[in-house]
């Protein structure tokens, strides 16, 4: 049975608990073991230590990586941030054999080492390379019955494509997420504006209005282009601006339409049977309809 | 320098020190840049309006315009998308260009406050992003009170402290670390 450390991050345990029910529940039902990283903390966000230094961002990373090292597993997040800045700060450790002495230096006072041996997957990358469009095909209990999707699959999950552990054929054309959606029974097709920042992140923390502008420009073109059922989201940080924002802009009156709004690991949890109710359990757009149609057909 | 951006580079304020200080700081191939723009084309701060364009940083970066880059807003701003790192001909890493500018503004103080809140919490709780509430939404998830991360555990997060208090956060920290 293949196993895997779970990365929870903060946005996740913290925002929304339901992605992380849905990642265990996934898991579970396509037989991967989970592994508790006890004692794991933040990535650590890119505005916090990678902000203060090279090594500061190597080390806190690392505090995290070798926990996974020390139980011998690979470590999944559905996360962008907490992917990207562990990919990089894996990349960096490997690249600058200074840092990474330093870091065990650091590590070393509290008993701790790290070899440089884990590799940090998404939940993207997890259901493509290492459970396979076949397999997720024939473990799908509720088909999603043409659900037309927009898909997002967000900027960490995407670059620096270099210090990823796999990666899209064209990073700036990805289709990943529209496969694994397919494969699902869904429709996801290509739409102009697919590879656009969605503008959560520092930008929302630091210039809201310019940030929530710059998502309802995405989202328009979504609306214009495919006036989708759902749109479904690779990070959770995409996904706090997808729904919990758009509730901002419909409140501010700057849109008057509404799209739902889920994490690709809450999707693959309701089609692989998971109970709605948990899985969905912080959704602010309300999803009567997507789960009627994915339910309904079966 | 007009509001919140460099529109009239002046040379007088060029500064070769801080050129060799940002590249110590991870902008270690800062000065191959051939200024082609391919960065700003693609940024996602550009997109949204925000004053200071990439490939410009970049060059104010090469200039050494140490009040100009320590005065800007526009890189706490930054996505950290790395779609500039992506597409860069000369492999500049132009994000880190800004988180070099970042880490030396820290050093005078010059970042906003919420930089310190997210350090704060990274440190006492060993989650930068803390936010109340969260146990009633881990309960309708069905889920424990507490995640089995650092903050469950004290032990393991003391050690964590310990590791951070081995960095540069020692020096800068305006709160106490203990
Ligand atoms: S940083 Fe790279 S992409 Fe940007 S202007 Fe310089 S060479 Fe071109
Ligand atoms: S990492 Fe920052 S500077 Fe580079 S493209 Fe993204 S937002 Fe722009």
Redesign the pocket.
């Known amino acids: 049975m293949e196993k895997i450390g779970l990365f929870l991050g903060c946005n996740i345990p913290f925002n929304r608990p339901d992605i992380e029910y849905s990642i265990r529940f996934f898991l579970n039902e396509l037989g991967v073991e989970i592994v508790e990283m006890e004692g794991a903390a933040c990535c650590p966000a890119y505005g916090t230590m990678p902000s203060l230094g090279l090594l500061e961002w190597a080390t806190a990373s690392a505090w995290n990586l070798s926990i996974a090292e020390e139980k011998g597993v690979d470590m999944l997040t559905g996360c962008g941030s907490c992917y990207g800045v562990q990919n990089e700060a894996n990349y960096y450790i490997h690249k600058h054999p200074e840092i990474k002495e330093k870091v065990n230096e650091i590590l070393g006072k509290v008993g701790r080492k790290y070899d440089g041996t884990v590799k940090v997957w998404n939940v993207i990358n997890f259901l493509y390379e290492k459970i396979g469009i076949d397999k997720l095909k024939q473990k799908i209990k509720y088909n999603l019955n043409g659900l037309k999707c927009g898909v997002q699959t967000g900027c960490h999950n995407l670059w620096p494509s270099k210090a990823f552990p796999s990666s899209e054929e064209n990073t700036f054309f990805p289709t990943r997420m529209r496969q694994l959606i397919e494969a699902m029974g869904g429709v996801a097709p290509h739409y102009s504006t697919i590879t656009d920042c969605c503008g959560m992140g520092a930008l929302r923390s630091n210039a809201p209005e310019k940030s929530l502008a710059l998502f309802k420009k995405k989202l328009d073109i979504i609306k214009e282009e495919l006036n989708p059922d759902l749109n479904v989201i690779g990070c959770s940080s995409c996904l706090l601006q997808f729904d919990a924002g758009q509730s901002l802009l419909i409140e501010q009156k700057k849109i008057d339409y509404k799209i739902p709004a889920l994490h690709l690991a809450q999707l693959t949890a309701i089609a692989l049977g998971a109970e709605v109710d948990k899985a969905t359990a912080l959704a602010s757009i309300p999803l009567n309809g997507v789960i009627t149609k994915i339910k309904g057909g079966n | 320098m007009e509001e919140g951006g460099v529109n009239v580079i002046d040379l007088t304020q060029a500064d070769e020190s801080f050129v060799k200080e940002l590249e110590a700081l991870g902008a270690d191939e800062l000065r ?9 084309a693609t940024c996602p701060m550009a997109l949204a309006g925000l004053e200071f364009f ?2 410009r940083l ?2 104010a970066a090469n200039l050494g315009l140490r009040e100009v880059l320590l005065d800007d807003s526009s890189v706490w701003g930054c996505q950290s998308c790395n779609r ?1 790192v992506e ?6 890493k ?1 994000y880190e ?1 800004i988180q070099a500018i970042r880490r030396a503004a820290v050093k005078v103080e010059s970042c906003p406050a919420n930089t310190y809140e997210g350090l704060r919490n990274l440190y006492r709780f060993g989650h930068a992003v803390f936010p109340k509430g969260f146990e009633e939404r881990r309960k309708k998830a069905g889920l424990p009170e507490k995640p089995p991360t650092a903050l469950s555990f004290e032990d393991l997060r003391k050690k964590y402290q310990e590791i951070l208090r081995n960095t540069i956060l020692e020096e800068i920290a305006p709160f106490p670390l203990d």
Do not use: L, N, T
Request: charged residues 20%.
């Open positions: 191959e840049c051939i200024q082609c723009g391919k960065c700003g990439i490939k970049v060059h500039c597409i860069c001909p000369m492999d500049i132009p260009v």
